[in-house]
């Protein structure tokens, strides 16, 4: 059977938005603390590592007391951190998940790691290539072989294939088979990742009204609940189009 780790990739030194990820959504949790309690509903502490840099001292400290797996790498060669520790872990299979997207959704994990494994993808991403998109940035799961991830290192010239780790997964179509996971409903052009401030404000109102609600959290229940209040779609809508700005080249 192959091995397989949840890779949460964490770090405190955001330009945008520095510390974000230790910022509370609720009165008790974290924003990391939150993405790993809403993780550990579908799967075992053993699965999931956190990977991040030694100047993260206070990530450390969530890590130890979640009793998860700490896993300490390079800050700006990200593609090395990953490789790093998949060999530290012996995994032959990675799912990559980043700090800033909280409300991530572990049932459509488990999903697309049937699909993943029953088809033999190298890549498979519900939100990667952005044009092929049909699921809200803020639910981004990737998934990837080592194997591949050794290839992409080998091709990784530029610093920022280097630093966003999967680019090439999907823009070298001829070297990877890689595939968009479909959603029926599109729901793309709606925003819930952590990279500014006010992102901070939408999220917590989103997680008080699913709490209320007594909600698991889906994707449409999220969008449903930013749709209906016209704070969170200026937020979203905002934002969305200044981190276009930012990185240009997830919209070509």
Not at 49 to 56: L, Q, R
Not at 62 to 82: A, D, H
Not at 141 to 156: M, P, R, S, Y
Not at 178 to 207: A, I, P, T
């Amino acid at each position: 059977m192959e091995k397989i780790g949840i890779i949460i990739q964490a770090r405190c030194n955001s330009k945008r938005f520095p510390n974000k990820i230790l910022k509370k959504i609720t009165n008790f949790e974290t924003i990391l603390e939150f993405q790993i309690n809403r993780l550990l509903k579908s799967f075992q502490k053993k699965n999931i590592i956190v990977a991040t840099t030694k100047n993260s001292k206070k990530i450390f400290k969530i890590v130890k007391r979640k009793g998860l797996t700490l896993f300490i790498g390079s800050e700006n060669n990200v593609i090395k951190r990953y490789l790093d520790a998949s060999k530290k872990f012996n995994l032959e299979i990675v799912v990559r998940l980043t700090s800033d997207c909280p409300l991530v959704d572990p049932r459509v994990i488990k999903k697309m790691l049937s699909h993943f494994k029953k088809n033999g993808f190298h890549y498979l991403s519900n939100t990667m290539p952005l044009s092929k998109s049909r699921w809200p940035d803020g639910s981004d799961i990737e998934i990837f072989t080592v194997k591949g991830l050794k290839k992409v290192n080998d091709l990784a010239i530029k610093k920022l294939d280097r630093e966003n780790v999967t680019n090439l997964f999907w823009k070298e179509k001829k070297l990877f088979k890689s595939k968009n996971f479909y959603k029926k409903k599109n729901l793309s052009m709606f925003r819930y990742s952590l990279d500014y401030k006010n992102d901070l404000n939408l999220l917590k109102g989103v997680v008080n009204k699913l709490n209320k609600d007594k909600a698991y959290g889906t994707a449409d229940q999220i969008c449903k609940i930013i749709s209906k209040s016209s704070k969170f779609m200026k937020i979203m809508k905002k934002n969305k189009f200044l981190y276009s700005l930012k990185r240009p080249d997830l919209y070509e």
